[in-house]
C-alpha cells in the first residue's frame, strides 16, 4: 500500500532502494540532527531497510514520477515508539535528503500522514518530537499544527553515544480535525 500527495508518492521501502538511501543518508547534516550516525556504506543502508524500516507504517518518500527514495517517514505504532504505550497514540518520525530542503516536502508528506493516521488508524494522539537545535524539524512540527507538551533533559541518544535535550509536541485528533475546517 502506498500514500500520495500532489507532488509525492509514499511507498514500502524496498532492499532496491539501497543507493538513494545511502545517497542522502550519508550525508553528515541529516542522521545527527535526527539522532542517528552518518551511513558510511551501503551494507550500513541495507541494514536500516532490512531492521529498521520495518515498521507496518514506515514509507520512503519519492517524488511523483521518480522512483527514487529521497527521505523516510512513519508513524511509529505503539511497542515501538518510546514516546506512548497506548493503541490509540503513535510517534511521527522523519528526515529528508538535503537537496530536497526547504521545498514543502516534508510538511506535504507529513500532512497525508497525519490524515492516515487519524482517518484510517484511528489514532487519537500523535506525538512528534525534535532534538534542541533542529530548529528545521521545529518548524515542520509547528506548520503542521503540533504543541509543545514537555521537555526532557538528559536524554539518551544510543545511536551516537550522547546525551541530549528533547522536546515533545503532540497533535491530537480534535487539534487536527480543528485544523481541516
Known sequence: MGLNTERLV?????????DSLFKYASDPDIGPKAGWPPHTNKEMSLDVIQNVFTGAECY????RGSNEAIGAIELILHGKSNKTHNDDECELGY???KPFWG???????SRELLRHGFEDIGMNIIWCGYYDGNSKSLRVQEKLGFEWHHTNENVEV???NEVRIEHITCLTREMWENKQN
Open 95 to 97: 528526515w529528508i535528503g
Open 158 to 160: 544510543p545511536l551516537l
Open 10 to 18: 509514499l511507498r514500502r521501502w524496498r532492499e532496491s532502494d539501497v
Open 60 to 63: 520512503a518518500i519519492c517524488e
Open 103 to 109: 521545498r514543502g516536502y516534508m510538511p506535504e508528506a
